[in-house]
């Protein structure tokens, strides 16, 4: 069974950027889209883009400009790159093998990251 | 964007149905997901495709879609079906994943 872990810092300074990793385990990065989505503390979730094995990209449009996901097949992990920062960038942020639907299990167990000076 | 609207909350005494509202204009046109997330927990997957269920979810699941409005639809509520619950859809005008606010489930 597939298993994802994210890691990165937990905090982060105001208009810098956000850089978190997602180690996949258990199963090939191979074959697949991996998503990064994100909840608020105490709100709703929200889908951030998602990397093909093979590179390429989709991203939420509200987003789009600040984003950047890539894949190293070579070590089974994909990032997440979110510029620019703020107080509102504060969530949990989680990794997820899917590109539309994401089954159970198919998650990390998620990050807190806050945005704070 | 594309808006998905979900009571905020729930409230059911065990034994009784459940049922969870997602409105959208013409949402029956799409498919819907629903997520169940419990405190501290990453979200399961409960319908996929308005309907479907996957392996391991109980039949006392079961969803809808037609018109404005997405029903996931929960029977013979279980204390442990206490949880947040999400509906997803796939915004093909927006090539974007949208989810609702989000539902709380309180079983009395």
């Known amino acids: 069974q597939v298993q994802l872990l994210e890691s990165g810092p937990g905090l982060v300074k105001p208009s810098e950027t956000l850089s978190l990793t997602c180690s996949v385990s258990g199963d090939s990065i191979d074959g697949y889209w991996w998503s990064w989505l994100r909840q608020p503390p105490g709100k709703g979730l929200q889908w951030i883009g998602y990397v093909y094995y093979t590179g390429s990209t989709k991203y939420k449009p509200s987003l789009k400009s600040r984003v950047t996901i890539s894949v190293d097949t070579s070590k089974d992990q994909f990032s997440l790159r979110l510029t620019s920062v703020t107080a509102a960038d504060t969530a949990v942020y989680y990794c997820?093998?899917?590109?539309?639907?994401?089954?159970?299990?198919?998650w990390g167990p998620g990050i807190l990251v806050t945005v704070s000076s | 964007s594309y808006a998905l609207t979900q009571p905020p909350s729930v409230s059911v005494a065990p034994g009784e149905t459940a049922r969870i509202t997602c409105g959208a204009n013409n949402i029956g046109g799409t498919s819907v997901h629903w997520y169940q997330q419990k405190p501290g927990q990453a979200p399961a997957l409960v319908i996929y495709y308005d309907r479907d269920r996957p392996s391991g979810i109980p039949e006392r699941f079961s969803g809808s879609n037609s018109g404005n409005t997405a029903t996931l639809t929960i029977s013979r509520v279980e204390a442990g079906d206490e949880a947040d619950y999400y509906c997803q859809v796939w915004d093909s005008n927006n090539d974007d994943r949208v989810f609702g606010g989000g539902t709380k489930l309180t079983v009395l």
């Open positions: 997820a093998r899917g590109g539309d639907i994401w089954q159970t299990g198919a």
